[in-house]
């Protein structure tokens, strides 16, 4: 069947993944804060399965922009890459994060001089907490050019794939385990023994866009990825409880971008999106709807931190303010309206529009 696609070109289902990834990063930052409660009390279990499970909207993200980046048949120059990727990027990050940083200063109870410009500026280049993707990604788009070679390929690519699987998911946390977390040092330890930058981290998120985009798997080797997705859905949350009881503190290892079962939950919601909506009809009202939701859903996430930090500063509501199970989504569907009303506005303004948002 063919892939259907928005008025604006672009595939359904992966516009309803990026919705379905901004609700989700907006919704772990909301049950995050519950992971503060005691181990094993009813509202930590609740925020776990919450926050373990939407740790996959990372993942998502960057197989998406994978997906539109890598292939091949769509032109892509590296002046074309760094004037309209690279550049949005930079520039939305220097407007946020002087927003969020202006926030900051705005609350420091330092008097204006020297102290206090140099905490603005050190807030300002760090970025806010949920900034450091902007980094990520700018990365990502500056080696695309070397990854669209691999990715004409398709020996060439399951090849690259196979590799990150081995030194990501596979030596990294068989050492990850037996040092009980310590996850700086077995990468640097990995690191320093074979060298291996290129596959590590998020290229395999990326380079895994394409491939799943690009070809389906078998029915066998989808019926594993789907039963994997599965069981990791369930362990995440309880190999969280398991550790961090065992050792009397939060350990989330298990959230890791480079757990397995992080990754085996990523890749089977990507495949199962394409599965279920690739060959869907969808009314004329559905898919302007989705084009909207998906056209601001960077918005959103570049906003949605400040309205969390609002209601936390000014009324003190956060997940804790009622029974968690239905303060973590109604928060967060509320937290996704707001962001999404106040993008839409900025993206009224001409000209700013297109370098913020």
């Not at 604006?8 to 919704?27: C, N, Q």
């Not at 070809?215 to 398991?242: H, Q, R």
């Not at 928060?331 to 000209?351: C, E, T």
């Amino acid at each position: 069947m063919a892939e259907k696609k928005t008025s604006g070109g672009r595939l359904v289902y992966l516009d309803l993944l990026r919705i379905m990834s901004v609700v989700m990063m907006v919704t772990l930052h909301i049950s995050g804060v519950g992971m503060r409660a005691d181990i094993g009390s009813f509202d930590w279990h609740v925020c776990n399965i919450y926050d373990g499970i939407t740790h996959i909207c990372v993942p998502v993200f960057i197989m998406i922009s994978g997906a539109f980046l890598l292939d091949p048949e769509r032109e892509y120059s590296i002046k074309k890459l760094y004037k309209v990727k690279i550049l949005r990027i930079a520039t939305a990050f220097v407007f946020w994060s002087a927003f969020y940083a202006i926030i900051r200063a705005s609350r420091s109870t330092l008097p204006f001089g020297k102290k206090f410009v140099l905490e603005f500026l050190t807030d300002f280049l760090k970025g806010e907490f949920h900034l450091w993707f902007m980094f990520m990604i700018a990365g990502l788009y500056m080696i695309t050019p070397i990854l669209r070679k691999i990715t004409q390929d398709k020996k060439l690519t399951e090849y690259f794939l196979i590799l990150s699987c081995v030194f990501m998911f596979g030596l990294s946390n068989v050492a990850l385990y037996s040092l009980h977390g310590r996850i700086d040092e077995v990468f640097l330890y990995i690191d320093e023994k074979f060298n291996m930058d290129f596959v590590f981290g998020y290229t395999f998120y990326y380079v895994a866009g394409y491939y799943f985009k690009r070809y389906s798997p078998g029915k066998k080797f989808k019926a594993l990825l789907y039963i994997g997705g599965l069981v990791s859905a369930v362990m995440i949350p309880l190999g969280t409880y398991y550790y961090s009881a065992k050792l009397g503190e939060n350990l989330f290892i298990l959230y890791a971008f480079q757990s397995p079962f992080i990754g085996l939950l990523s890749v089977s919601a990507f495949v199962l999106f394409k599965d279920l909506f690739s060959g869907r009809e969808f009314g004329k009202g559905s898919l302007k709807v989705i084009s909207f939701l998906s056209k601001y859903s960077f918005g959103v996430y570049l906003v949605h931190a400040a309205i969390i930090d609002y209601l936390s500063y000014e009324f003190d509501v956060d997940c804790f303010s009622f029974n968690t199970v239905f303060s973590v989504p109604l928060l967060g569907i509320g937290v996704f309206a707001v962001s999404l009303l106040i993008i839409y506005l900025v993206g009224k303004i001409p000209v700013l529009n297109k370098y913020i948002m």
